[in-house]
């Protein structure tokens, strides 16, 4: 049986879908057969973020509404043979999701994946809601600042109220902090909130910080997600966010303001 | 089809019911001055008053001691169409009068003393204030958006309420960590509900409807164990 696990936010364009196609990949990497899920329905991005979009056929509501199967619809990555992307439907609403539907496709994605990485859509609303319900994880996204933070926090609350494990009254959804396009530099003079701050309010397991990258819009434009950018740090970053997701006892990095020395400042401005 | 005779094997059950009548407040015990004002209502609401039951409250009647002809005024009353049923707030005089008239004796609490108890066989009043149904513990952190209500109790918060988030109680509440978010205590009107949190940076803290929001609450309290209560109709701040 895979893990389910949901890449969330509330507030829009703290970088989900980037997380999510990074993570997917990254846990792909490590040898698990992974899926990932695009749940924003009419709003599809995940599939241009991956590079996938010219390959596109059937979609998640397709699969749902049973007009083709799960095969069908699936887009195997090219970079990794254990990644599978299931795209959004552009061309309706979120209203096509259905309970069940989610339920049945998960179940079957299921039996053969040991993974499944489902790419929330911002808000509070059906899409995001159906994104949750049925996760064993949540990986909750944020940037450091306080309507981020705000957000994150009432999602935490729906996870911890309305999702299939609160309803059955098991064990409660494991949930991860991951703050994305953090500034050392720019917390530590107060323009943004450090991480120190973030954890008082939200007080999460931190997963990993992602470092504020040029790389990150470069890989998104080029549709290769970040994770593969060996050389940047917010590759890095999401490398050891992965590892720690799969128990690794790994240092965080780039939390710190790095000193830079003097012919670096020279040379970098 | 069952017989409905079989359906049932007592005659008739007692239940308990609760109806809400129009009372009679009358102020004078003059027949006339009674018949020529409910005339008047009831041409101005005829479908209010037909067959409608009516309890006459004597309570100030009883103050003067004046006993009216139940009699004469049973015929007014019925001849408007209204049904009157009983009285409530006589005095021993009056209710023995009301009770030869055919009229039933109400209890009322308000009233109580004014008829003693073997003269009100009605059930006893319901009790003005429930019994407290204990304390609500919390010992997750409560989360923006999130509403916790304590009914007829305390809250009790072993974490840290966010912003957004929404704390109430019929009674006091307590946080043993951070206070970001609103906090109500004594919502029924209890004033002497109190608040009490390690770490007040609340958006908004009330006690039995008396309220101050956190653009009115000087950030002295961060951070220091205090409690919050109303004296003199205003929220003070106290360390603890």
């Known amino acids: 049986m895979a893990r389910i696990i949901v890449v969330t936010s509330g507030k829009g364009g703290v970088g989900k879908t980037t997380t999510s196609a990074a993570f997917a990949t990254g846990l792909a990497l490590k040898g698990f057969r992974t899926a990932v899920i695009d749940f924003d329905v009419g709003l599809r991005n995940l599939d241009l973020i991956m590079g996938c979009e010219r390959r596109v056929v059937y979609d998640f509501v397709n699969v749902i509404n049973q007009e083709a199967t799960l095969n069908q619809a699936l887009i195997r990555d090219k970079r990794c043979d254990n990644l599978f992307i299931l795209p959004a439907s552009q061309t309706r609403d979120k209203e096509s999701l259905t309970k069940e539907g989610v339920e049945r496709v998960l179940g079957e994605l299921g039996e053969t994946f040991d993974y499944i990485v489902c790419d929330s859509p911002a808000g509070i609303e059906r899409g995001a809601t159906l994104a949750m319900y ?38 409660p959804i494991k949930e991860y902090l991951l703050l994305t396009r953090y500034s050392p530099q720019r917390a530590k003079i107060g323009e943004m909130l450090s991480v120190d701050d973030v954890q008082e309010i939200l007080s999460l397991h931190l997963l990993g910080v992602i470092p504020d990258s040029r790389a990150v819009l470069n890989a998104s434009n080029a549709g290769s997600p970040v994770i593969l950018d060996e050389k940047s740090d917010a590759g890095r970053a999401y490398d050891d966010a992965v590892r720690r997701y799969l128990g690794e006892d790994v240092p965080h990095r780039f939390i710190a303001a790095e000193k830079k020395s003097f012919i670096s400042r020279l040379f970098r401005g | ?69 139940f009699d004469a005024l049973l ?85 840290t309420v ?79």
Do not use: W
Not at chain 1, 147 to 165: C, E, F, P, T, Y
Not at chain 2, 35 to 43: D, E, M, S, T, W
């Open chain 1, 134 to 171: 049925f996760a064993d994880d949540a990986i909750v996204v944020t940037n450091p600042e306080v309507s981020s933070v705000r957000d994150s926090d009432r999602m935490l609350g729906i996870l911890a109220s309305k999702s299939r494990r609160a309803e059955a009254g098991g064990e």
């Open chain 2, 1 to 69: 089809m069952l017989d409905p005779s079989q359906a049932y094997d007592v005659p008739f059950e007692i239940r308990a019911g609760s109806f809400n009548l129009p009372v009679l407040k009358l102020t004078s015990d003059s027949a006339d001055a009674i018949a020529g004002l409910l005339a008047a209502r009831v041409q101005q609401a005829p479908d209010f008053f037909r067959h409608a039951p009516v309890i006459l409250d004597l309570h100030e009647l009883a103050t003067r001691d004046q006993v009216p002809d």
């Open chain 2, 75 to 159: 015929q007014i009353l019925r001849g408007s169409g209204l049904t009157p049923v009983g009285v409530r707030g006589g005095n021993a005089e009056q209710n023995a009068a009301a009770d030869a008239a055919g009229l039933a004796l109400l209890a009322e609490g308000k009233h109580h003393e004014s008829h003693p108890a073997t003269e009100s066989p009605q059930p006893t009043p319901e009790p003005i204030r429930p019994p407290r149904q204990g304390t609500k513990i919390i010992d997750q952190p409560i989360r923006s958006g999130q509403r916790v209500y304590a009914n007829d109790g305390d809250l009790v918060v072993i974490a």
């Open chain 2, 162 to 240: 966010s912003p957004g988030a929404e704390l109430m109680a019929d009674g006091n509440i307590h946080v043993y960590g951070s206070l970001r978010g609103r906090a109500m205590a004594g919502v029924k009107g209890d004033l002497d509900a109190r608040i009490f949190c390690l770490d007040l940076q609340a958006e908004l803290i009330a006690i039995g409807g008396h309220y101050k929001v956190s653009e009115n609450l000087d950030g002295t309290a961060r951070g220091r164990p205090v409690q919050i209560m109303l004296r003199d109709n205003a929220l003070i701040i106290q360390d603890l």
